[in-house]
């Protein structure tokens, strides 16, 4: 059974809902039947990504090339631009829209991931929420045609795993002198 919170005691410190910990999970992907190298390749395919193509136009940089491409928002200053360079502005549609992203941008930057041996780890820092990046792993595996397995692994918080307090700290350095002694 997993935990939500895990309970972390100090010396001198009373329990209470403050001192729990929310333990992150990150997610899991096992590729079945195909290596990892051709998963990392259908997660940088553009085209698999599906409706999750809209979401990633939400970035200030797609934003300002969507504005230059299909001309400002605001009716007045379109119409007053059209007039001055001599052309119309294309059609803005949300297909339109999403063609213009996809030519746009090289790779995907929707979810960032990290491959360890035969699995790739989507870390909950940096990725959407669990249920959503999920889901977004199931679009494009399934427009890839990749078998796959996933599953919540606890994350690993390098930061906190390296705080040790006080106490901690005296009693690694005594069974390290304890060991060269003997």
């Known amino acids: 059974m997993a935990y939500k919170y895990k ?19 990150d997610v899991v992907v096992t590729p079945k039947g195909i290596s990892v190298e ?9 085209d698999n990504y599906g409706m999750y193509v809209s979401n990633m136009r939400n970035k200030s940089s797609i934003q300002k090339a969507i504005e230059d491409h299909f001309g400002p ?6 119409k007053k631009m059209e007039r001055d360079q001599g052309f119309l502005f294309p059609v803005k549609t949300k297909t339109s829209i999403d063609d213009f992203v996809k030519s746009h941008t090289s790779k ?5 991931y990290k491959v ?4 790739i780890v989507f870390p909950k820092s940096g990725n959407p929420v669990k249920d959503l990046t999920k889901k977004i792993i199931d679009v ?28 901690e700290l005296q009693e690694v350095i005594r069974e390290q002198i304890k060991n060269l002694i003997k």
């Open 7 to 25: 309970l972390r005691e100090e010396e001198g410190a009373e329990v209470s809902p403050s001192n729990r910990e929310q333990v992150n999970y």
């Open 38 to 46: 051709d998963t990392v390749k259908a997660l940088e395919t553009l």
């Open 73 to 78: 928002i605001i009716p007045a200053k379109r």
């Open 108 to 112: 995907p930057t929707l979810l960032k």
């Open 116 to 119: 360890k041996d035969d699995t």
């Open 140 to 167: 494009v595996m399934k427009s890839a045609k990749i078998d796959y397995s996933v599953v919540d692994k606890e994350a690993v918080d390098e930061v906190k795993k390296v705080k040790m307090t006080k106490k």
